[in-house]
């Protein structure tokens, strides 16, 4: 009982930490998109005053790294459920600041009966640890994949990152130099999948990591 009390608090300090950590990610991109908001009618000043001087090849120079610029604070994926989007978002904006390539395709059904929160544990575990993978990788071998949707009657979720050599299991989990923390948060995604009646499974080659969750949708 005493045992039961003490993982059901560490479980909470856990859920609380991580949410904590994802809030502060989505207040970092929010800020980034108000401060470009901000600057909005400064950029409109510039390029009226290189137009009324013919300057036409500054103007688009200027519209060009506009155009890159908002591209690093526009959102990527838009599944339509807020807190998924922020986390969602929030991930790949942390990949793209560590020289990661993200390939993200998201969608999720209305029916599907999850909650906001335990979905959110999932994903960002499985983001966390596939940015962790990458980063210690070059620059150049890093990728990550990312897809959400409906697979015959179930919610699919599948993330890949590229990773050094094929990992060792210990038992239903593979082990990760990250140490304990690591393996609990991918215990807590089983946790959780096997609370809605899902299926937890994750595949190691030389190169890759593949995790991929399915939930049923009713």
Known sequence: MIFDRLIEKRIEAYQTDLIKKYC??????????????????????????????????EVSGYLRQLNDDL????TVVKTGRVMIDAILN??????????????????IPEELQINDVDLCVIIGNLLDNA???NKKLEAEKRFLRVYMGVKNTQFYIAVTNAAGKKQRKTGALFSSSKGAEHG????????????????FSADSEDGGFTAEVLLPIL
């Open 24 to 57: 502060d990610e989505v207040e970092s991109m929010y800020a980034k998109m108000r401060g470009w908001r901000h600057d909005y009618h400064n950029h409109i000043q510039a390029m009226q005053a290189s137009m009324a001087l013919g300057r036409y090849e």
């Open 71 to 74: 591209s690093n604070v526009d």
């Open 90 to 107: 929030g991930k790949i904006s942390i990949a793209a600041r560590n020289e990661i390539p993200v390939n993200a395709r998201a969608k």
């Open 131 to 133: 940015i962790e993978e």
């Open 184 to 199: 609990f948060g991918l215990t807590r995604v089983k946790g959780i999948v096997k609370k809605y009646d899902g299926l």
